[in-house]
């Protein structure tokens, strides 16, 4: 026998069974981010590789070890997207679209990188991100977080997110907390295990958000990154607080809270759960002022944030929220000498007249019995039967699947009958 062949580990197939909740999930995100103007960007999938390294930064887990990387066939350096934001900002300084004006934008789709997979973490995964560009208030990040909120709510899971929140300050108030942190770790530095090591000289802040318990617990007493914000950062955060407090807006300010990602700065968030076990961040995000122009563009304020979109549908079946529209409304039964033309006919008809209607006709022979089983086997509700009776005297048999009764109505009155039992 051929072998078979089979998917990559940790990329899924989304089968028909889990496909609607899927769509669910993504009309529902679609909906929310178009609600507050937000225009959507589709981006390619690949990238010069440069341009994730430059942008999420070299020492980060992401570059270090999760990107899939190859050389394409000119001997370019390619990369398959790990993230949303850094492809966003190279096309809007590309395609001139911040120049001059803001920008608000949503994309969703496929990200790629190389973890472990496990429950929540995959190597293909979905994200769906929003991205603002040109505006630096902390109206703008409050706004982003309601937007998440509004989210939760239409989707029914508010009660099962809680939101965490920092604010790691500028690059230069950064620089001297830096340097303060840097001391209290090379006086802790038997605590530190090997990757932590490696960090505090690269990328220090990382440390505060490392796994290990014995690591957490000495960071009790390392110094404050909020005793050394500049009163601006302070009076942005104080913004964007009152402002959710206005909102009526829970959240918890993490400290510990610095994001994976190089390009942050001032307001960082993550809206995360318990009901995932160790992948608990459903939506993470804040500002990244500076990106645009490490990105070689013109110095432009940027706040965003992505959520991922496998860990929601996580959520929505732990939480038995997945009542999905039935794939089928209708389904045609005919049996006899030119019943499959009317059929055909009758279920071209019904799309044509009510709108949305899913029509799904039966193919391929068999009996009464049979057909019915299809019919019940698929979900519809009602099944439309003609015999070569019914096309001689242009009726049709409405059967009510769920209810049982049948009656035989005019085809000119099916669409009628149909908008009150579906
Ligand atoms: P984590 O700490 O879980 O690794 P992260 O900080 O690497 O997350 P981000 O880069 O901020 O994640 O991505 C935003 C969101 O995308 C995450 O909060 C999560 O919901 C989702 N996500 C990230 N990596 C994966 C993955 N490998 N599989 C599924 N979802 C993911
Ligand atoms: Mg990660």
Redesign the pocket.
């Known amino acids: 026998m051929v072998k078979k062949i089979q998917a990559i580990r940790g990329m899924n197939d989304c089968l028909p069974t889990q496909s609607a909740l899927w769509q669910k999930l993504e009309n529902a995100v679609k909906k929310v981010v178009s609600s507050y103007g937000c225009t959507e960007i589709r981006m390619p999938i690949v990238e010069m590789t440069h341009l994730f390294s430059r942008a999420i930064g070299e020492v980060t ?2 570059v270090e070890k999760e990107m899939y990387t190859f050389d394409d066939r000119n001997g370019d350096s390619l990369t398959l997207r790990p ?1 949303g934001t850094a492809g966003c900002v190279r096309a809007c300084i590309e395609n001139s679209l911040i120049d001059r004006s803001e920008q608000r934008l949503w994309y969703m789709g496929p990200m790629f ?1 190389h ?1 472990r997979p496990q429950k ?4 293909q ?1 979905h ?1 769906c991100g929003v991205e603002i560009f040109g505006l630096d208030g902390p109206d703008v990040d409050a706004e982003l977080i309601m937007m998440t909120a509004r989210l939760w709510q239409e989707l029914g899971i508010d009660k099962h997110v809680r939101l965490e929140l920092n604010s790691i300050g500028s690059l230069e108030d950064r620089a001297s907390y830096r340097t303060a942190l840097v001391a209290f770790l090379e006086q802790n530095i038997d605590v530190l295990d090997d990757d932590c090591k490696r960090r505090m000289h690269t990328n220090p802040l990382r440390v505060l958000d490392s796994k290990n318990s014995a690591v957490q617990a000495m960071l009790a007493d390392a110094p404050r990154l909020s005793d050394y914000l500049s009163d601006e950062s302070k009076q942005h955060f104080l913004g964007v607080c009152e402002l959710l407090d206005a909102a009526g807006i829970e959240y918890r300010v993490n400290e510990r809270l610095v ?3 190089d390009y942050y700065n001032r307001t960082v968030f ?1 809206w995360v759960t318990e009901d995932l076990g160790a ?1 608990g ?4 995000g804040g500002r990244y002022d500076g990106l645009v122009e490490q990105l070689g563009g013109k110095s432009t304020p940027a706040v965003g944030f ?3 979109l ?2 929601l549908v996580l959520m929505l079946e732990t939480l038995e929220l997945t009542d999905v529209r039935r794939a089928v409304d209708v389904y045609m039964v005919t049996a006899g000498e030119g019943t499959m033309v009317a059929g055909l006919k009758l279920a071209e008809n019904l799309r044509e007249r009510i709108d949305g209607l899913r029509v799904m006709t039966h193919f391929g022979g068999g009996n009464f019995k049979k057909q019915f089983k299809r019919a019940d086997k698929v979900g519809a509700v009602v099944a439309l039967v003609l015999g070569e009776n019914e096309v001689a005297e242009d009726t049709v048999v409405l059967k009510d699947l769920l209810g049982g009764t049948q009656e035989t109505c005019k085809q000119s009155d099916v669409a009628a009958k149909l908008a009150e039992l579906i």
């Open positions: 887990d992401v993230e990188r973890e929540g973490r995959y190597r995964f994200q994001r994976g990602l993550e992948q961040t459903v939506c993470a992505a959520m991922g496998e860990r």
